[in-house]
């Protein structure tokens, strides 16, 4: 793949900040094949896989702008869960009816789980053969000093599935960060799960849905879904309602919620059932609130973004016919670019908050020091990374 190295996204140049402060990119390759051998991978793979091999610029700037990261709520549910989407895993799950049911009654996943991350993942197959050879787009992560080591131990697990036999080197293709096939397993992750479910002696997750869905299922299996559990629901709270209690770290009974008052969408008391829940408000306080369950953690495995495992839930409800939410937010709503969120970070370290590291991604760390400062400049705090909070701290940073 030819592109430039001279990138320009969001105020940040990429040609020569993406590989800063690293080896050269051939002697850190052939560094990284002896750690392979050393690891057991045969010779004729790695010369066969990492043989001329070039960084690809593009995927330095799509890992910089992932959507969860750099689109409002509404904008982010609007392209993921909308009508067109909704009718198309209907059909779906229709289609594949018999082996969603084998799948569900082996490893407990509801079929319309399944079929909701298989629509986000590939929209149901379509793009599971990719667009990136995983190979150069491993390294090239691998190489970059943002998440250099995690992506380092994400190649060498892609050496070891072609070592394997499970796919040929010229078919492994993925997304621009490696994820592979139907439900878009990275490499650890098929290692790790994935399942040759009609025995054939591959696990293939490209082009075999039976391998895919079953591989998902064993996925969500083993982290912890139940079989007899929702995701979680759309909630309402009371005016008053105090916005400290909004974090995945905040995990209280639905007894305890309704105290707070808490209440179903519709305003009728929360169910009287023994579940832990935690409470979410994506687009700040003025826009949906969810109360979210074990579920909805165990999505947050596959994807630990809020608003990825938001979409899946609520797709999955819209498949077995649930409606839509009562609200996305306000849509004059502007999102933070990938260079305010970094900024924003940045104020709040010099503010003596604690966001993490200063790398424009809005994670939790981030939500609970928004948090913190919001309460400490009466504002309500809902963790929201949203253009007044960054105003404010700028002026508190002059």
């Given at each position: 793949m030819a592109v430039v190295f001279a990138l320009f996204l969001t105020g940040l140049f990429f040609s020569n900040q993406a590989f800063a402060n690293e080896q050269p990119f051939k002697q850190w390759l052939a560094d990284l094949k002896n750690e392979a051998a050393g690891k057991g991978i045969s010779a004729k793979t790695l010369d066969e896989a990492l043989t001329g091999i070039e960084p690809i610029p593009r995927v330095i700037e799509l890992d910089r702008r992932q959507p969860e990261f750099?689109?409002?709520?509404?904008?982010?549910?609007?392209?993921?869960?909308?009508?067109?989407?909704?009718?198309?895993?209907?059909?779906?799950?229709?289609?594949?009816?018999?082996?969603?049911?084998?799948?569900a009654a082996k490893y407990g996943v509801q079929p319309q789980y399944l079929v909701a991350f298989w629509g986000l993942e590939t929209d149901f197959g379509r793009l599971a053969s990719g667009y990136f050879p995983v190979i150069p787009a491993l390294a090239t992560l691998a190489h970059d000093s943002r998440r250099g080591k995690f992506f380092r131990g994400q190649l060498i697990d892609a050496l070891r599935i072609l070592d394997g036999g499970h796919i040929d080197l010229a078919r492994m293709k993925g997304s621009w960060a490696g994820a592979m096939g139907h439900f878009q397993f990275i490499p650890s992750t098929f290692n790790a799960y994935a399942i040759d479910y009609d025995g054939d002696g591959k696990r293939d997750i490209w082009t075999n849905n039976k391998d895919a869905l079953a591989s998902a299922a064993n996925f969500l299996a083993n982290s912890g879904w139940q079989r007899d559990e929702i995701w979680g629901r759309e909630v309402k709270v009371e005016d008053s309602f105090d916005f400290t209690n909004v974090s995945l770290k905040i995990k209280k009974p639905l007894s305890a919620w309704q105290a707070l008052g808490v209440r179903r969408i519709n305003g009728k008391d929360l169910p009287k059932a023994d579940v832990m829940a935690s409470l979410l408000a994506p687009a700040g306080h003025v826009g949906p609130k969810f109360l979210v369950y074990g579920n909805f953690r165990a999505i947050m495995r596959w994807n630990q973004s809020q608003f990825y495992a938001l979409a899946i839930g609520h797709l999955a409800d819209r498949i077995?016919?649930?409606?839509?939410?009562?609200?996305?937010?306000?849509?004059?709503?502007?999102?933070?670019?990938?260079?305010?969120?970094?900024?924003?970070?940045?104020?709040l370290i010099d503010a003596g908050y604690d966001p993490g590291p200063a790398d424009g991604i809005i994670g939790s760390m981030t939500r609970d020091a928004i948090r913190a400062f919001q309460k400490d400049n009466a504002i309500v705090p809902d963790g929201h990374p949203s253009a007044e909070v960054l105003a404010r701290i700028r002026a508190k940073n002059p």
């Open positions: 750099t689109l409002t709520f509404r904008d982010y549910m609007d392209r993921m869960v909308n009508a067109k989407r909704i009718v198309k895993a209907q059909t779906t799950i229709r289609a594949n009816a018999k082996l969603l049911n084998e799948v077995i016919g649930k409606g839509p939410l009562s609200t996305l937010g306000p849509r004059d709503e502007k999102s933070l670019s990938f260079a305010q969120s970094e900024e924003l970070q940045q104020l």
